[in-house]
Each structure stands twice: as structure tokens, then as C-alpha cells.
């Protein structure tokens, strides 16, 4: 009971130590506290609670005993990620998201088709994509091959979509602008519609940057070689490895974190001049 | 309306392209089985065995036609709508997880935005973690969960449900906090000249302006949470739903079992958006807001 | 919202505690979905077997990631079914399951391999590609390999090993020269498939002198000690081998009654008739008590795993007889 009170007391005071600090401060170094306190403070009520209530180690394991386990594999987690990750994910991202970008182009120039493929892929991209897992690693089989393709087609829709609206996001005066320049399409395209594009293809960069990584882990449950951290996830937990399991968990936060993150920085980079990344330190 | 012709274009082309696919993926398995029987196949036989096949790579689509009308309609028909073998019955399943899992979605994630846009200190500490939230692999915690909520005596509809309020709360946070800030500078001074309270600048500014943007994420987390319940249902397994009729058909390698839960999903979710689509419509033109 | 979830609970807490008082409750975890591998216990739900003894059964049925320890675990069943290499490695990490029942005398698992992949006896494994099952079921195919001195890592001389879903397909599709399957299930669905029995050749667990228990019933040691609850596993066990005997009395009416506990429906007749045929066969040797010769080859098969072996050291009161001595006389 005195590890509950001794958590409740600590959770009470970095919640209120945050409210300080973001209401008195508006620097970059805050910016940054602010959401490691919070951070800090789940794992500490988490381990707190786990402790303080005895919590069976085969349900939920301590934080402590995840970065145990996950000091003492990471050999095993390297070989995992670079499965999972760079070969699967990553992969079928890039595959993915180039093949949508290149249709998108393609499809840009005729109106009739963009006006029958923008509700299907709409329709597409909302389907329970997830479900074609088993069906692609049966025709692709088992390898990180077979991750890369449900990648592809978990990201392709969205990114199609969002490009092909965003293809269209320059107004009628620029473009009669472009026109009176006596402007080529490929000179249009390159100087004034892709530009514009922008934000909306990061949009769809961003949305696909978390379906992939998702995307290649559910592959991994319908058949994998003996690596992986799908692989690794269902095999733990059937041996009661909880430890291992979140330690797996653990790689795939901060590797889709990162990747989140590196894809808003590059976005930042190249939309400075939109109206959302103004205004922003 | 002038869109039908290029939606109905595409619709056959993919048709047309499922057909092709499904003799050049089909293929081997007969030429395979015509070898062990010793005969030899011409190319218009061995393109009838492609598209009739028992358990194909790719079933054609009046193969999953079939299927979906043999466990529908003709279940209609016989009076057994909601006999188990009925996808009427699964579909209902998760429909009921869908719907439970999006509504606790929708106000956890309103509730989160509302918090992130009128508190300095949530907005710097729990965005970057909804962030990061989402990059956990749901899956691999699913069957977690339900053993978890299970040892506290929760079981059946609503771990499935907790699995489709974790994917669908996080497009209604991103999207909320966005409508909620939609009022600009000149609208937010307005509302000061007229010394209104902050709740009523939430009533009568924030909360009107963020409809748009509510609306296009609720289609979105409506998807993501008919997700989250055919996910729920994978690892559960043999316990009903869309999701389960998936799994047990890649376990006995119905291949058109799978695919007719796949595209009666997917039937469900352009219903569910269409549905929220409709709202949507209506709302906005009685706001005047409609475009 | 939150009134009504609490209402909710409230409702089916009450409702079940209504229940108990006439009859005691017991929930039973299954290892795998619906089928007729779990027949008896279906059989004894649908006759009034447990009923008789004053249990109200409950059955979940299990999936492929649905793992039986964690749920007995988290309180989840009372119950559960799992195979003895994984009850006992489980051991190993802390949780205390007791096998109080064996209704599987035989083990029903095999390697099936592909004539054309060139195999015809162990020796050829090397260089090979192997399905496995995962999730606590690779066990027996690990001690089998180092008995065979084969390596598992994918190193030279090896064989490589695949993580095989729930199905067949590497086999049929040629990605793997042989795949894991149980003979009352996924041999079967080779054969459905098309492939003979001609084009294939099986090698027994069972004949390998691997064999290890399958679908035992374990519950948690310190459940045990409550001498209510023994006296509730008793009458359990006495009944779940009652709907076994009658199962493998009447295989085709047992396989019908499992179909019609089937959730999903996506069972066939043909296939279950067929499976309960294969697995009255496992059972037929069995009448619920577990034969210490048999645990005594699973463990040593187990422990014999050369520099990684499955456990580490001899489990200790990982079965008891108490269950069975006083269901069975």
C-alpha cells in the first residue's frame, strides 16, 4: 500500500511541477521537459503499480524488468529491427509510396480519370487492409518480401489520395498565372502544383510512416523465417517472456516515433511557407 | 452524377485486372494437378480451372460472389440470418464492436482535445505521447489486452471495443485539436469585445468552427475502428466476427472464405463512412456551412 | 457511458453469482479454436455430464494467440489445456501449473514432408527447409533437431527453420520441404489439397521417440490446496472422461455437437468426423490418469537438449495423481 501512496504523491507532484513549468515558460528546452516528465511519470506509476499490487509478471511486466531484458537481447532486437524495419517497413514504404506518387502524376493529367479514381481509392483506403496479410504471404511468401507487399498496399491509397488532392490544391489564378507565362505542364508541375502538393503529400507521408511499421509486424503473424519482431512478439508471449515481448514493443515505439518524427522535420523543411508550419519555433 | 462513368471505368478495369490476376495466379496449381492426372490442358480449359478452383490463390469474383450470396441472401431466404454460418451474423458481431469501440473512441479523443487546446500543460505533455501511441504495434498487444482485461473480469465485447477506441480516438484528437484552433485571431477578439467567458467562447466559436474537421476524422476513426475489431478478433479467434472468419479461413486455406469476410468488410466500412457522410451533410447545411 | 458499463458488470456479476449457488462454475480454456480435438469436453458440456456434477462449465475456445498460461494466469479459467513442453517451460518462468489430468495418451504431432523435396528419411533434414509452430509449440520439434544434432539457427549443415502459420501452404506451394502437422488435422488439409498420400511421407513423433504429452489439464498449484476446488476438479475430470468415452464411442455424434458449439462456422462436417476418428485413436490408450513413464520420457526428452534445452533442471510437482485417483475410483 505505501508504494501506491508513495506513487500517487509523486504522480500528483509532476503533474503539478508540468502545469508550472508550461504556464510560466514558453522556451525550447520546455517544450522538451514538459513531455519527458510525462513520460517519466507513466513508467514510474506503471512500475509503482506493478509493484504495489503485486501484478503477475506473465501479465504485466515491470519497466525495470523491460529494460532488463531489453539490455540483456539486443543483439537479438538489432537482428529483429533490420528484419522487420529496415527490410520489411522500410522497403515497402518506399516502394509504396513511390508507385502512389508516380500514379498520382500520371493520373494528374486526365480529369476523367482522376474523377473515378479518387472514390475508389478512397474506398480502398478505408478498407481493413490488414486483412490481406494472410493472402499476401501466401503469394509472396515468407520472407521480409512478403512484409514489403502488405506494406505497399497499406500505404498506397493513402498516399494516392492525398497526393492526387493535393495535385489539385493550386487555385485556378495560379495556374492561369502558370498559363501566362506560357508555361509547359511539366514547367507547371514542377514550379507551381508539386510545390503546392506539399502538405498534403507529407500528409500522406506521415499517415503511412505509422501504417507501415504496423503493417509489416501483422505480416510476421501469418508465417516468417525465425527472425523478426512479429516473429518475436507471438513467440514470447507463447513462452510467457513478457519481459521480451515489450522489450520488442519498446523497439517498435521509438523506431515509428523516429520515423515520424524524421518525416515532420523534413516536412518542416520543405512547407515552410504554409500557413501550419508558420508561427512555430 | 458526372462521375459515374469514370468511377464505373475504374471499377471494371480493376475487375478486369482481378480476372487476368486470377488465371496467372491460379495457373500452376492446375497445370500441377493436370500433370498428376496425365492430361493435358488447352489454354481455354486450363482458364475455366482458374476461375472455378476449390481452393484458389486468387478466387475469381463470382466465386466470392457466390460465397458472400450463399451466406447472406440465401440465409435470408431459408429464414437463418443469424445462424453462425451466416456472415450476417459476423458482420453483426463486429459491428457491435465497431460501434461500442468508436463511440469511447470518439469522446476520449474529444474529451483529449478539448483538455490539449484549453491547457497549456496537456497540449506540451500528452500530444507527442498520442503520437507515439500510435506507433505501437496494436496487434502484437490485442491478445495481451483481452488476457488483461479478462484477469479483471472484463471479457467478451468490450476488450474488442478497447482495441477500436485505441486506434480510433487518435484521428479525433489530431483532428479535433486542429478545428478546435480553427477560429482566427479576428473571431477569437470579437468574443473578448463581447467579455465572453472561455465556455462560451467554447460554445459559440470553437465548438461550431470545429465541425468540418470533426466530421472528416470521424470517417476516418470509423475505418480505424472497424479495424481495431477485425484485429481484436484475429488473435481471439472461434469467437465469432468478421475478423475470426478471416482466421479460421487462412487456417483451413478457404481462400474464399477470407475473401468474402474481406470485401463484407469492406462493405461495412463504406456504409459506416457513407452513414457519417450523410450526418455530415445534413449538419453542416443546417449550420450554413455546407460547401 | 461510464453508468452504464458499471450497471453492465454489476448485471453480469450478479447474474453469474445467481448462477453459482446452484451450481459451481468452471471455466475451461482451450489450447486451439473449436474442433474435435476438445470433443470430450464438449460432449460432457452437451449430455448434462457436468451438469450431473453439480459444475456449470464454461468453454473458451483458444486461438493462435491465445496463450492458456497467461489466461489461467490472470485468472482468466480455472482450467486450461496445453502441451506438457510448454506447461513445463512455463514452469520454468515462475508459473506453478499442475497437471491434474491426461485424457491424450499418444502425441498427434509429425513433420510431413514432400517426396519431390527429396527426403525419404531424418537424415536428409540438413539443408532443408522445416514449418514449425511457434508459441510454445516448437518445443518437441527443438529437442527432436539436437537429438538429431541438426542446428536451428540457420547455420551450414543445419536446417532452416520457417515459422509456418495456421495452415499448410509452404508445403503445398513449395517453400518448405516439410511442414508440422497433427495427424487428425493439417495432415488432412494436405490431402484436401490435393496432394496424395503417395507424394508424402510422415515421420511420427510418436515413432521418433520424441513424443511428447499433448492437451493435458493443468490448473494452478496453489488453487490445489483449496480442498473446494479439488473436490470441484474431481468432479471435472470425472465428468470431461466421461465425454471422452462417449466421444470415442460415438465419434460421428460427437463431431456433430462440437459443430454446433462452433462460433464461427467455418467448420466442416467432413473434416471433424474425420478428426474425431484421429483423435479417438490419441485418447483410446487413456483414461484421464497420467502415466509416469510417459511424463518421465517427456521431460527427458525435454532436458536432453544439448547446449539449449528446453528446461534446465527436473520439475518437481509438475503433475500430481490426487485429481485422477479420486475422479477415476
Known sequence: MSVLAAVLVYWIASLALNVWLANRYNTRLVRLVVPAIFGITILVVWEGVVRGLEINPVLLPAPTAIGVAFAGALDTLWVDFVQTFVKGALSGYIIGCGAAFLVAVAVDRSPFLQRGLLPVGNFVAALPIIGMAPILVMWFGFDWQSKSAVVVVMVFFPMLVNTVQGLQASDHMQRDL?????????????????????????????????????????????????????FRISTEVGRLALDMVWAEIAVAALAGSAFYGSVAMIEKAVTFWHPSQRGQS | MRSILPILTVVLAIFVLWYGMAVKLNAPWAYDKAKRADVTLSFSEMVADTWSQNKPRLPAPHQVTREIWKTTGAMIAKGKAFSKRSLIYHGWVTLSATSLGFVMGTMLGIFLAIGIVHNRAMDMSVMPWVIASQTIPILAIAPMVIVVLNAIGISGLIPKAVISMYLSFFPVVVGMVKGLRAPDHMQLDQMATWHASRVQVFWKLRLPSSMPYLFTSLKIAMAASLIGAIVGELPTGAQGG???????????????????????AAV???????????????????MGMAR | MNKLLTAAVAASMALGASWAQAQEAVTLQLKWVTQAQFAGYYVALENGFYKDEGLDVTIKPGGPDVAPAQVIA?????????????ALASREKGLDLVNIAQPFKSSGMMLTCRKDAGISTPADFAGKTLGVWFFGNEYPFLSWMSKLGLKTDGSDGGVTVLKQGFNVDPILQGQAACVST????????????????????????????VATLEDGMYVLGENLKDPAFEDRMVRFVRASMKGWKWAEENPDAA??????????????????????????????????????????RTVDSLMSGGSDPVITKQPEGAWTSVITDKALN
Do not use: C
Request: aromatic content about 10%; glycine content about 10%.
Open chain 1, 178 to 230: 502558370m498559363r501566362t507565362y506560357a508555361a509547359s505542364y511539366p514547367q507547371a508541375l514542377m514550379k507551381l502544383r508539386l510545390p503546392a502538393a506539399m502538405p498534403f503529400i507529407f500528409n500522406g507521408l506521415k499517415i503511412a510512416s505509422t501504417l507501415a511499421l504496423i503493417g509489416a509486424i501483422v505480416a510476421e503473424f501469418f508465417g516468417s523465417p525465425i527472425k523478426g519482431m512479429g
Open chain 2, 242 to 264: 468478421l475478423g475470426a472468419r478471416m482466421l479460421t479461413g487462412s487456417y483451413y486455406g478457404q481462400t474464399i472464405q477470407i475473401w468474402s469476410a474481406l470485401i463484407s
Open chain 2, 268 to 286: 461495412l466500412a463504406a456504409v459506416l463512412v457513407g452513414i457519417i457522410g450523410i450526418i455530415q451533410n445534413i449538419t453542416l447545411k443546417r
Open chain 3, 74 to 86: 490472470g485468472g482468466g479459467a480455472d482450467v486450461v489445456l496445453d502441451w506438457m513442453p510448454s
Open chain 3, 182 to 209: 497433427m495427424t487428425y488435422n493439417e495432415y488432412w488439409q494436405i490431402i484436401d489439397a490435393g496432394l496424395t498420400p503417395d507424394d508424402l511421407v510422415v515421420f511420427k513423433y510418436e515413432d521418433q521417440g
Open chain 3, 255 to 296: 463431431a456433430m455437437i462440437v459443430l454446433d458449439y462452433d462460433e464461427t462456422g467455418a467448420q466442416t462436417e467432413k473434416h471433424q468426423k474425420r478428426m474425431m476418428g484421429e483423435i479417438a485413436k490419441l485418447t483410446a490408450g487413456s483414461n484421464g490418469a497420467l502415466d509416469p513413464a510417459d511424463y518421465q
